[in-house]
């Protein structure tokens, strides 16, 4: 049910354009969204605003760019991850693809920009610097035709050169599962940490004793590794590869991807090196041998989270990993609850918040995971605030 409003038809129509687009409405287009919401048709009129190029240049860009990077920067520059998700939107994509599609945007020849590169963000960065139509010059294509990764490699934003600089750059690839649960659960591990989880899949990296106590693993690095670890061994495979003495910021590294003829040299299988860096913290600790992944987490404290019983609990590589997180509750209420906040200009506040939150992933969720869908039903509850 929306909020309660003494604003009128028209206050409303110039609300809804202004947070949802980010600029006013002409003329024309404020007297027919009027109309609409006179009519009873708020969704209709919201939906109009959304035609104006705006909505996908400055707030879906503004959204989605914090997710690319680890300093949620929205001042970021375009890159294959935000260009994606825009270009998803704009076609009523199953947003649940963000995390496990074969899918990708890049610009259409009507733009002079150079081609798509694994190893540079040119295309992207030229389109910037244009100042382009995203609404009009983005088209669909494949990672698995453009970049040569693997189709079933292949898991949506996961898997975009953007995120593999921020997240897989260095470190043990926990950086990539960890960001996908605040930008795509809405939590960080502290969110989710379950110490009566088994610890059995926990890597050699992680010290049973730090600084010789071994209540400090039992009482708390326990709690997010017995969890995280069996999940984001799904990325086993996967690396940024750049120069680190030429170019130590990686601007022209590239996604690196073992198949089965690439064996590392370090583990002797399609296992990346850094798996097994840190070994003799824990000589006896869980060894990884391929990508094969399992969520801990479907019992306990996390059986909340909403997973979908029709799903097995395990799996392969990231594709089947992204679709067992984009298939839980939690994912759904996440993407609701940040399209509320962004439209809303605040946070749920109370009940009726929590309850319209809960009506709105309902309406997500049945009618094929459409954003902007999404975007229209906060801008009615909203736009009498």
Known sequence: MPAISSAGSREQAKRIHDRVVGIPPTADVLDEMTTYIDQGKVTDAAYLAMENSAFYSVTLKNWVTPWTNEEADVFAPLNDYTATVIGMIRDDVDFREILSGDILYVADDSVDAPAYSISSNAHYQALDDLDADLKEVLQATTQSSVTGLPANASAGVMTTRAAAKSFFKDGTNRAMFRFTLI???????????????????????????????????????????????????????????????????????????????????????????????????????????????????????????????????????????????????????????KVFENVCLRSPQDATDRAEISAMTSTFTNTGYNIKQVFADSADYCKGE
């Open 183 to 337: 930008n795509h659960m809405c939590t960080d591990l502290e969110g989710v940490k379950d110490t009566t989880r088994s610890p059995d899949r926990i890597r050699q990296d992680i010290s049973r004793s730090p600084g010789g106590d071994s209540r400090i693993f039992n009482n708390s690095c326990i709690g997010c590794h017995s969890g995280m670890d069996p999940l984001a061994q799904a990325f086993a495979y996967y690396d940024y590869e750049y120069d680190l003495e030429s170019d130590p910021d990686g601007e022209s590294g590239a996604l690196q991807y073992n198949t089965s003829s690439l064996i590392d040299p370090e583990t002797g299988t399609q296992v990346q090196g850094k798996y097994h860096i840190n070994s003799n913290n824990f000589p006896f600790g869980y060894v990884t041998h391929d990508d094969s992944w399992s969520n801990y987490w479907r019992e306990g404290l996390n059986k909340n989270l909403g997973w979908n019983e029709s799903l097995p609990d395990s799996g392969n590589g990231a594709k089947t990993m992204g679709q067992e997180l984009a298939n839980s509750q939690q994912f759904a209420s996440c993407q609701v609850t």
